[in-house]
């Protein structure tokens, strides 16, 4: 999947109104304001926090509970969604009528037959319409990508622990795992297989070149988060990715003099770079075709292998 690769285009009128403003929503907004993008306003379920934050944050900025209002009142060309994921669909939908470019968290549906909905809505009307796998704009997969070809990938073992997770792994954590092995192995699989589900699970499957995918999730229990990749060449070469720190062990293959790879990121880069990247492409027909694709494929891929959760065999 092309990831970072494509062009950036001229840069539009980059004023937002913000559907939501919950944890994550707050990040979402803090990178699109540090991205140049002006908030122009703000759709919330008015809990308290939320309105003491908007008015600390963005003071003066209208702040309403009705998303149609807001878009009756103001005429910014972006609509960025971090609601529920159970909402996603109804105010992508509503943005996209009002002709607006949308970013949503993802999953963008819950139903790939949404997705394909909307997508179309997108299209035909020349609109953006991103849903946002932070973590395929994480430097590391850069490096990664760069690193080891699609033909190099012998083995992908993702394990994530996110405890006091609110939702099922397999809709909160399951996409960006997904997402990020189809970059990778540049192969969107004919279908995955997932056991478990709710607070663990598990997803498997093996490409048509033979590399094998490993995917396990938690989303309860003690301890910290830690999300950890360790992909492996089918020279043997080994690479792990966790958190934030990329590590290369040494192999013979090494040119003499090389070092293996040490790198570390700054945690707030990956939000950063996808937010500033959908900005740069919003105009790019080419770059929103691609992400629409993934997008709807992984929720396909989910969709049904939930339909027929299985146990992975010994």
Known sequence: MNVLTLPPSSQPDSS????????????VITAFTACGATASGFAVNGTASTLTWLSTAHPGVPVSTDPRQLLATDDAPTVVI???K??????????LSDGRHVFVEKPMALDPADGRRLTAMAENRGLALFTGFTYLY????????AAV??????????AWHRPALEGPV?????????????????????????SGGGDTARCWWTTSRGATVSIELTGAGPGPKRKQLTLTTASGESWEWSDHRLRQTPDGNRPPGADPVDAQFAPNLPLLRE????????????????DMSLSVAV????????????????
């Open 170 to 194: 397999e809709w909160e954590l399951l996409p960006h795992d997904v997402a990020l092995a189809i970059t990778l192995t540049d192969e969107i699989p004919h279908a995955i297989c997932v």
């Open 16 to 27: 937002c109104l913000f559907f939501g403003a919950g944890n994550w929503g707050r990040n």
């Open 86 to 95: 159970e909402t996603h669909v109804a105010l992508a939908e509503l943005a």
């Open 299 to 314: 929720t396909d891929l989910i969709k049904r292998a939930l339909s027929t959760r299985q146990e992975r065999p010994a």
């Open 149 to 158: 070809g699609p033909d190099d990938v012998a083995a992908l073992r993702f």
């Open 275 to 290: 937010v500033q990247w959908f900005l740069d492409h919003r105009t790019d027909r080419r770059a929103m075709r691609t």
């Open 138 to 145: 994480h430097p590391a997969v850069e490096r990664l990508r």
């Open 82 to 84: 971090t609601t529920p």
